[in-house]
Nanobody, 123 residues
């Protein structure tokens, strides 16, 4: 069973930065693709960023150039660096593992989810 624990959320002003962390239980990066989703009340979860087992990355259009997904194989941790944050980035952010790369934009294709961390962008 894979466990994912997110941290790093909080309140930030527009234009500010946050780095989310996701600690995985064990070395899973050679087995699973990794991703970050976000969700706001009343809307479906949406993929923000993903990283394949082979280090290929993909981003939703609205975060390209602002967000960066990365990982530390020694620490079993995936990161989401978020810069130039906007009020519309406010959401609960979830770390994910699993999914076939071709299905990464289907939330139901991800096998494992963290508990989520709240990000609020407001002045």
């Amino acid at each position: 069973q894979v466990q994912l624990v997110e941290s790093g959320g909080g309140l930030v002003q527009p234009g500010g930065s946050l780095r989310l962390s996701c600690r995985a239980s064990g070395n899973i990066f050679r087995t699973y693709n990794m991703g970050w989703h976000r969700q706001v009340p009343g809307k479906q979860r949406e993929l923000v960023a993903a990283m394949s087992r082979g280090d290929v990355t993909d981003y939703a259009d609205y975060v390209k150039g602002r967000f960066t997904i990365s990982r530390d194989n020694v620490k079993n941790t995936v990161y989401l660096q978020m810069n130039s944050l906007r009020p519309e980035d406010t959401a609960v952010y979830y770390c994910n593992a699993g999914a076939r790369w071709i299905d990464r934009y289907l939330p139901t294709s991800w096998d494992y989810w963290g508990q989520g961390t709240q990000v609020t962008v407001s002045s």
